[in-house]
């Protein structure tokens, strides 16, 4: 599946983009908004980091380039920006930018605590600008298609639910010394939170169970470092639902989905970049991808175009278009956040911990 921008006219405006951040995500967004989605200009990037900003402006066009993020907000012919910095810095340029009205993609966590996201979310309401949270898996065509399964009700009631992340790995993991503590939750599982959540729509997280080590890379454990988690998660609908994590899949990304219910199961996710395999002598075998934006290139692409298109609706680049159903929004994030937060207390403390109600407010 692609989204294809129809909302835009041969004469119509393009919809200009500030980039956030010129890490590798960040370069991956701006490579798709130059190069794959019609219509959609990048007009500028920022990073204090400005080499970075610079070398990637000039590989892409000739997009603006500052080391604050602040001269994108100001710019009146930016329609948008997309938040790819460190994830410690995004609920304040999710407030920045919506006070500038701004329309804002931001990659996850979208906060790092419910206090900085309720806060950041309430001046997103204020300004009446459109949010948007980088969940990919939600773009995915086999993800979407066991959506459209589960929401169709072919799988029943959903009783067992399950999502896994591993990361491609060497036996060893070299930026472990530099990783935040708790990113295992914060930005890696929490895409199988929002995954369970959303393929169990309309029950809410209410209690979770964490485990957690440094299996792969011990020596780092007494630095907060952690490289191994299993979650089990109980849904106000009594769904029971298993997240894991590694950060050291030897043979490549592995990332899967899987709801069983009353009525039967489905599953999405690849261990493959294509379905050929080979059979030889040595047995058989088959490519397998080792970089996400390699795994999940046309959702990363797609979350973007429904991005677009919404801003194109809204400033008049194009017809007026909303969001998609499938696009995770505030309380998508809010949600997720909330699970992976209630993991790190439930590590912490050895037990199970309760998530904190939807609808906690702000300072939750």
Same mark, same amino acid.
């Given at each position: 599946?692609?989204?294809?921008?129809?909302?835009?006219?041969?004469?119509?405006?393009?919809?200009?983009?500030?980039?956030?951040?010129?890490?590798?995500?960040?370069?991956?967004?701006?490579?798709?908004?130059?190069?794959?989605?019609?219509? !959609?200009?990048?007009?500028?990037?920022?990073?204090?980091?400005?080499?970075?900003?610079?070398?990637?402006?000039?590989?892409?066009?000739?997009?603006?380039?500052?080391?604050?993020?602040?001269?994108?907000?100001?710019?009146?012919?930016?329609?948008?920006?997309?938040?790819?910095?460190?994830?410690?810095?995004?609920?304040?340029?999710?407030? $920045?930018?919506?006070?500038?009205?701004? $329309?804002?993609?931001?990659?996850?966590?979208?906060?790092?605590?419910?206090?900085?996201?309720?806060?950041?979310?309430?001046?997103?309401?204020?300004?009446? !600008?459109?949010?948007?949270?980088?969940?990919?898996?939600?773009?995915?065509?086999?993800?979407?298609?066991?959506?459209?399964?589960?929401?169709?009700?072919?799988?029943?009631?959903?009783?067992?639910?399950?999502?896994?992340?591993?990361?491609?790995?060497?036996?060893?993991?070299?930026?472990?010394?530099?990783?935040?503590?708790?990113?295992?939750?914060?930005?890696?599982?929490?895409?199988?939170?929002?995954?369970?959540?959303?393929?169990?729509?309309?029950?809410?997280?209410?209690?979770?169970?964490?485990?957690?080590?440094?299996?792969?890379?011990?020596?780092?454990?007494?630095?907060?470092?952690?490289?191994?988690?299993? !979650?089990?998660?109980?849904?106000?609908?009594?769904?029971?639902?298993?997240?894991?994590?590694?950060?050291?899949?030897?043979?490549?990304?592995?990332?899967?989905?899987?709801?069983?219910?009353?009525?039967?199961? !489905?599953?999405?996710?690849?261990?493959?970049?294509?379905?050929?395999?080979?059979?030889?002598?040595?047995?058989?075998?088959?490519?397998?991808?080792?970089?996400?934006?390699?795994?999940?290139?046309?959702?990363?692409?797609?979350?973007?175009?429904?991005?677009?298109?919404?801003?194109?609706?809204?400033?008049?680049?194009?017809?007026?278009?909303?969001?998609?159903?499938?696009?995770?929004?505030?309380?998508?994030?809010?949600?997720?956040?909330?699970?992976?937060?209630?993991?790190?207390?439930?590590?912490?403390?050895?037990?199970?911990?309760?998530?904190?109600?939807?609808?906690?407010?702000?300072?939750?």
């Amino acid at each position: 599946m692609a989204y294809l921008l129809e909302t835009f006219t041969a004469s119509a405006p393009a919809v200009r983009l500030g980039l956030i951040g010129a890490g590798w995500i960040g370069a991956f967004h701006a490579e798709s908004i130059a190069r794959r989605l019609p219509g !959609v200009e990048l007009a500028a990037v920022a990073d204090p980091a400005l080499d970075a900003a610079r070398a990637l402006a000039a590989r892409l066009g000739d997009a603006r380039v500052s080391a604050d993020a602040a001269d994108l907000f100001a710019d009146p012919d930016i329609d948008g920006v997309v938040i790819a910095s460190p994830a410690r810095f995004h609920a304040g340029l999710i407030s $920045q930018a919506a006070a500038a009205g701004k $329309q804002v993609f931001c990659e996850k966590p979208a906060a790092q605590s419910l206090g900085e996201l309720d806060a950041a979310l309430a001046d997103v309401a204020a300004a009446g !600008v459109h949010f948007q949270v980088g969940f990919n898996r939600r773009y995915a065509e086999d993800f979407l298609a066991a959506k459209a399964d589960i929401a169709a009700g072919v799988v029943g009631r959903p009783q067992l639910l399950r999502s896994l992340t591993r990361d491609p790995g060497t036996g060893s993991i070299p930026g472990a010394a530099r990783t935040p503590p708790w990113t295992i939750f914060l930005e890696t599982l929490i895409h199988d939170f929002d995954t369970l959540n959303w393929f169990n729509a309309g029950a809410e997280p209410v209690e979770v169970h964490a485990v957690a080590d440094a299996l792969v890379e011990p020596g780092f454990k007494d630095q907060g470092f952690l490289d191994t988690a299993v !979650v089990t998660i109980r849904y106000g609908n009594g769904a029971i639902a298993v997240a894991e994590a590694s950060f050291s899949a030897l043979y490549g990304y592995d990332i899967r989905g899987e709801v069983f219910g009353s009525k039967g199961m !489905v599953q999405a996710g690849r261990r493959t970049e294509t379905a050929a395999r080979r059979y030889t002598a040595g047995g058989m075998s088959a490519d397998t991808p080792r970089l996400n934006v390699e795994l999940f290139r046309q959702a990363y692409t797609d979350e973007l175009a429904d991005f677009a298109a919404t801003v194109a609706g809204r400033t008049g680049a194009g017809g007026p278009v909303e969001s998609a159903a499938t696009t995770p929004t505030g309380a998508d994030a809010r949600r997720a956040l909330a699970v992976a937060l209630a993991c790190i207390e439930s590590v912490k403390t050895g037990l199970p911990a309760a998530v904190a109600p939807a609808d906690a407010g702000a300072g939750a």
